[in-house]
């Protein structure tokens, strides 16, 4: 209308309805982000976090004295995994004679808490494989595990890892390996091996009274709440004694 | 988009081509969105796109599908960036040089085996952004800190927003046009740096009917340009800005990749099944050594994941590549 009849009441018009129109728009947006936070779930959370800030820049590690990125690796390696004096080399590996050879069913527990989206190690084979081999035939992954436990021989193929180097965020400057944190990605069949010595050794610990009766890391079923609560117990016990209690947390 | 690299033959291929972009988008979101549009036209798609002036917004530029985007880190506005493919990035390390200023960014390619049929293990492309100051040397970057003795590949592709008979020879320059871009030029043909564009090809075409178009965009190489470049052409259309972009095609890398993984998603169970009744782990040895046992594992382990791979076709480079 205004294009073919400028006249200054047209244009007043133009203007309030253009007003209208952004306005329109923008009271949508706004309504929409709100219905989307207000439904939002634990994994949406996320999506929202970064419509709201954005992606966070990709940082490389920009260290004195490394050019290229085999120098970047070297560096990193030497920070992260310092070299340490060889073990002693032995020349016999003696079997242990009280040795309770490896069970089909301890495979199936270690493979159960494994995640089938965990991302595999240098050879590419995740968790879902050792399960359908393990569920096809479940005297494979024991027979060839076995000999490992039995003879407390960790092979040195099953110590390679791929490593992600991540940046940490918020940090003044990305010149030094601290600023990078690394994700050790090992094979998986390392990882299940792994599991089955840590639940026989779970279970010794237990059986021979060798861990602290209040020891909620890293242990079936206890969590952060047993800790809170043990913690509350305590300060609420010297509280009825009228003591003065302060508590020291440690990150070890 | 096109998948661009050969089937593997004996676990390994090569690039057939390493086309790298250059463009001034102006600060512009339609002229950025275009650009990358525009690929669809070229026989292989960009592996690196060198951008100046890009758009941006609190510093965050735009993304496009399949790029890696790298700027300046702050302080200050991005005047250049690169956008790196996420194939190369895949097959290649890629990482960032920064120079403490937010008109120069340069990405190191590298290659552990060497690029280029050669034993340069890095190629180090630089994407610059010189601006007019009023103080000498005029323009933002001095020449010493773009051009410096390297023991590898290196290409310098930007605007440099100066005029010299060597790209324009029909052009009659001022002397304050020459002195200013002589200074630049010198500093490049010191380290043996070779200009690689077209002499008469322009990059700039004014909006306005008044000035004349020119060449602005240059593009340098430290070595003798046949050895790693193939071609330095305008074969992209003006896509809204008064710049033109231009194609660096280099020499295929050489590089040997690594061989598709197995889609475990599609492991064919029944025929594991089958060779699995027959597969049988090794003995272990009755008084092993650290070295027999390691030996007798590796072995073992290996015969079954061959078995397991043997049964799961490759990964495809995207869903709607062609198999294998």
């Known amino acids: 209308m205004f294009r073919l009849n400028p006249s200054p009441l047209n244009w007043s018009n133009v203007k309030s309805s253009r007003r209208t129109y952004f306005k329109a728009i923008a009271s949508a947006k706004k309504a929409h982000w709100s219905d989307f936070l207000s439904s939002a779930t634990p994994r949406s959370l996320w999506t929202a976090k970064r419509f709201a800030f954005g992606r966070p820049p990709q940082r490389f590690p920009d260290l004195p004295g490394a050019s290229d ?20 080399l032995l020349l016999r590996l003696a079997r242990y004679e009280d040795y309770t050879p490896l069970t089909s069913e301890e495979v199936s527990r270690a493979l159960s808490k494994s995640s089938n989206t965990s991302a595999p190690g240098p050879d590419h084979i995740p968790y879902s494989v050792w399960k359908s081999v393990h569920r096809i035939k479940p005297s494979l992954l024991p027979s060839l595990l076995d000999p ?21 965020p918020g940090k003044p400057s990305y010149n030094s390996p601290s600023s990078f944190r690394v994700i050790v990605l090992l094979r998986t069949l390392s990882k299940i091996l792994e599991r089955v010595v840590t639940s026989r050794l779970s279970a010794q610990a237990t059986i021979c009274s060798l861990i602290h009766p209040l020891q909620c890391g890293s242990l079936p079923g206890w969590s952060t709440a047993d800790a ?13 004694l009228r003591y003065k209690v302060s508590t020291l947390f440690l990150d070890m | ?62 993304t496009f599908p399949g790029f890696i985007s790298f700027v300046p880190p702050p302080p200050g506005r991005p005047r250049v960036a690169i956008y790196v493919s996420r194939t190369l990035n895949q097959h290649l390390s890629c990482s960032t040089v920064f120079h403490g200023t937010s008109d120069m960014l340069s990405v190191d390619v590298f290659s552990p085996e060497g690029l280029f049929g050669s034993p340069h293990r890095s190629l180090r492309v630089t994407s610059l952004y010189l601006l007019r100051i009023n103080s000498p040397p ?30 324009d020879p029909c052009r009659s320059l001022s002397e304050r046009e020459f002195t200013i871009s002589r200074r630049y ?13 077209t002499p008469v090809v322009y990059t700039r075409f004014p909006f306005d009917t008044v000035s004349r178009p020119s060449v602005l965009d240059l593009a340098f190489a430290n070595t003798a340009p046949s050895s790693f470049v193939s071609s330095w052409d305008t074969p992209l259309p ?9 194609v660096i095609t280099l020499n295929p890398p050489a590089i040997m990749l690594p061989p598709p993984t197995p889609h475990w998603a599609l ?58």
């Open chain 1, 69 to 88: 990125p085999a120098e970047i690796a070297e560096t990193l390696l030497d920070h992260f995994f310092p070299s340490k004096p060889p073990p002693p």
């Open chain 1, 148 to 168: 490992l436990l039995a003879h407390g021989f960790h092979p040195p193929s099953l110590k390679k890892a791929l490593g992600i180097v991540l940046d940490k």
């Open chain 1, 228 to 240: 809170a609560l043990v913690l509350q117990h305590n300060v609420e016990c010297f509280h009825r």
């Open chain 2, 1 to 62: 988009m096109e998948n661009f690299f050969t089937r593997y033959t004996d676990s390994s291929a090569v690039f057939l081509s390493f086309p790298i972009v250059q463009h001034n988008c102006l600060g512009s979101w339609d002229v950025f969105l275009s650009l990358f549009h525009s690929f669809t036209t070229l026989p292989h798609p960009p592996l690196l796109v060198a951008i100046q002036d890009p758009p941006s917004r609190r510093s965050v530029l735009p």
């Open chain 2, 138 to 167: 005029y323009r933002s970057v001095l020449p010493e800190r773009l051009f410096s003795f390297l023991s590898y590949p290196h290409l310098v592709l930007g605007d440099f927003n100066l005029h010299h008979l060597l790209a």
């Open chain 2, 185 to 197: 030029f010198e500093a490049a043909f010191e380290p043996l740096y070779h200009l690689l564009n």
């Open chain 2, 238 to 246: 003006s896509i809204g800005s008064d710049h033109v972009p231009c």
């Open chain 2, 267 to 324: 492991l064919d169970l029944e025929a594991v099944g089958k060779a699995l009744d027959t597969f049988t782990i090794l003995h272990c040895p009755a008084r092993p050594t650290p070295n027999s046992m390691s030996r007798w594992f590796d072995i073992s382990s290996t015969r079954l994941t061959s078995l397991l791979t043997s049964h799961a076709p490759s990964k495809r480079p995207c869903p709607r590549s062609k198999p294998w």
